[in-house]
């Protein structure tokens, strides 16, 4: 059996090893030299290795501390102060333990010893929206809990801590070699990269740990793994959220614009058991002793101060090539650009008229415009930006270097020729998935339908009584409290002859027959059939078949007949791209292969699959073109040159107003008594990111990344870093908001504030 110590003097020599090949310039050389240390002077082997998890790790996450270390000389020439332990540290708290994942999208950050944690407004939209109603209306007033007894818990939200990052590309190689298909889909397959992970840390591990979890992630199309240990709190509570008139200023108009003027936040809190362990929702839990928090500076900053960024962003596609790009652009963007476009305009219109929708749809409609207006700017950014002569001219420096090596000669080409034939197939699947599931709600619940048909023609008494329960749990499911019927039929009269107008006759899902010939073209008598005359349309229809279910009636259900037609459409479609995409992954495996090859020894970074990254740059002004120079910084004299009372989106707070205009800023407002807003970084960020703190070189915490920038919205498959911009939310503005607005004089004292 190993002993302990000798687990601390192989870390304690590795990154003695490291610093000095740092200082004496050599790190490159010894870089994948140093985890050859001789184990057995430690008195340890190859099997404990393998077979002890905390020791297994011991290898992998010095990488990670490699990896920074290799980077520490630019980031420290760019201002950073802290060592590269500070970031990343296996042995002890560091800043990475204060960065999680905030629910299934976002990023957080904890700034107190209690569990308090900070992201977005956007990021916590959706729990605003659900504790509100027209009696609290916390989205229009905001929602600031006066002591942890008034904190709201928030059912099925969680947040999750990284533990551990393990390099297992070594373990995955050699279980992937042992696969009876050697060309299959295995090593993309989330599923079966995480029974690996299981089996690599053993049941006992996790049984002994709860609430911790493992998975394994490829990067570099899957040319490298790595394995993230995690543990997920799930009694997550809302502690304040400024009112929507600061959170989403500007809203639309203003999304992925600079200037900004948004106050992007909220907060909430961790709380667990007596033992710090993650636990279900309790009046007896805890707050979270947090292991790690940032500690926030007020002390301001200036243009090309150091900016680091730690999060999770979600997705990039940076290896695309040219024939992709454009498949993207016509196939994808585009669908979301029609389809949303038409549900957004009747939403719109809708919310502005009452209320209740307004509460109702708050979160459907932010979510569904954010990309909305994403892909709009995207496709224009990738023309402005010339992406696709980018691309193209790193193709033709790919064929040159693939001449003569067979594992890379034509990969480019083989791509283009699948992107050809299944182009139209995926342009067909995105336009009639955002238009029949991402635009409609209503439907019905098919499968279970057939269940009732198959237990009534077998008289299966059982069968027919549990499907029964199913139905009714369905029913709720779609009468839930965000859910108006009208509204929704509103938007199915005008997003089904905007499907068929964007698509071929021959393209579209078999109801559009029946609308053709039995109700003549008439889309408006055919919706109003499906949502009077359906047995789920409302209660009094479901009480009347539940109490006499007959196969008649599901036979002639026209919300039945839709769904029926719509699912088995899709499920066509997706089939069908399925197989004319067969073979792209590994094309692309070997294309990420050729292009790190190409780039040596200068590697290039993995796209982002929402796993912990780290992104280091600097507060920077820019010019999208000529005569136009935008500053680094907005302020809150911006915010009253933008108020516009008769319009939603730029509605002023009346005590917002009052501290502005008396700039009543305490000790948050800048040397010249102006209150700044937001500000702009170079950092490389996408969605995932939305909460990221924004850290400066002294390892403190001085904004929160929310947005980009219109100019550079082609960032995710092509970096530019003269256009893009990191939109930040400037932290003396959040401390000002808490303060001044929110009375939240109790949770300013949790911080740690350095002015």
Known sequence: MYDVTSIQNLKKDVLYLVAKASFEGTLEEERDHIPELELSFYGLTDADLETVFTVGTTLAVYRLFLFISRKLEEMKKLGLQVEDYDIYNPDSSSLKDAVVIFGSGCTGEFVSDQGLLLTNHHCGYSQIQQHSSLENDYLTNGFWASSKEKELPNPGLTVTLIDKIDDVTEYVTKALEADPDPNGMNYLSPSYLNKLAEKKVGGKFLQDNPGTGV?????????????????????VRLVGAPPSSIGKFGADTD????????????MFRIYADANGEP?????????????????ISIKGLNEGDYAMIMGFPGSTERYLTQSE????????????????????????????????TRIQYASKFAGSSNYWKNSIGMN????????LGAKAEIEKKYAAFAQGKPEYEGVVEKIDAIIEKSTPTLRQLYYTNEALRGAIEFGSTYLIMDNIKKALEEKNDSLLQASKKQLENAYDGIHNKDYDHEVDRAVAKAILPALAKALNADELPSFYQTINGEFKGDYNTYVDNIYDNSILSNRKNLDKFLAKPTVKAIEKDPATAYSRSKNEKLQELGKQYMELESGMELLHKAYIRGLGEMKQPVPSYPDANFTMRLTYGNVKSYSPRDAVHYDYYTTTDGILEKENPEDREFVVPAKLKELIQKKDFGRYAMADGTMPVCFLTTNDITGGNSGSPVINGEGQLIGTAFDGNW????????FNNDLQRCIALDIRYVLFILDKLGNCSHLIKEMNIIE
């Open 255 to 266: 999304n992925w614009m600079w200037p900004r003027h948004t106050g992007d936040f909220s």
């Open 711 to 718: 100019e550079s919205l082609s960032g995710d498959i092509n």
């Open 215 to 235: 998975e394994i992630k490829p990067f570099y199309g899957g040319n490298k793994y790595y394995m993230f240990t995690t543990k997920k709190y799930s009694d």
């Open 279 to 295: 636990a279900e929702y309790s009046e007896s839990n805890v707050p979270l002793k947090t292991p790690k928090f940032l500690p």
């Open 325 to 356: 790009v454009k498949q993207r652009m016509n196939a994808v963007n585009q669908a979301m650009i029609d389809m949303r476009g038409v549900r957004l305009e009747v939403l719109r219109k809708y919310m502005d008229a009452s209320d209740k």
């Open 380 to 387: 224009k950014a990738i023309i402005d930006n010339d992406v």
